[in-house]
């Protein structure tokens, strides 16, 4: 059985279309991105080389990474292919008029039963 914690995180419903932010989870930074009114959110450490996604660019569903430029889509991790070599992981998140929650699984749980989704290998 999987373990998952949830964790408030606030108020988002000024993150407009196209707008990210990061929020803080322990030792986990999360970034948080509106698309077509729906909130995402994937793990702010591009899998290359650790930089921080949310300092690169959103265009869509895909974030690149400001360093060497690998995409990741905010709907489930999967990155679009090298220099990654991984995706990233990605929260179930929920929105609702007291605010943002998001499903946290321990990594325990997740290297036992596989990642939640969008991972994928290209070698
Ligand atoms: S650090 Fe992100 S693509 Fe290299």
């Known amino acids: 059985m999987n373990q998952a914690d949830e964790h408030n995180l606030g108020d988002f419903s000024d993150l407009d279309n196209g707008e990210l932010t990061v929020c803080e989870v322990g030792a986990l930074e999360i970034l948080l991105c509106r698309v077509e009114g729906k909130l995402y959110a994937i793990e702010d450490n591009c899998s290359h080389a650790d930089t921080p996604l949310s300092e690169g660019r959103l265009s869509g569903f895909q974030i690149n ?3 060497h430029g690998a995409s990741f889509d905010v ?4 990155h679009s292919g090298p220099p990654a070599y991984t995706g990233v992981r990605c929260f179930k998140i929920n929105e609702n008029d007291l605010g943002v929650t998001v499903k946290i699984e321990n990594e325990k749980s997740q290297s036992e039963e596989g990642p939640q989704t969008g991972f994928f290998q290209t070698r």
């Open 65 to 67: 990474c400001p360093l």
């Open 75 to 78: 709907r489930n991790g999967a």
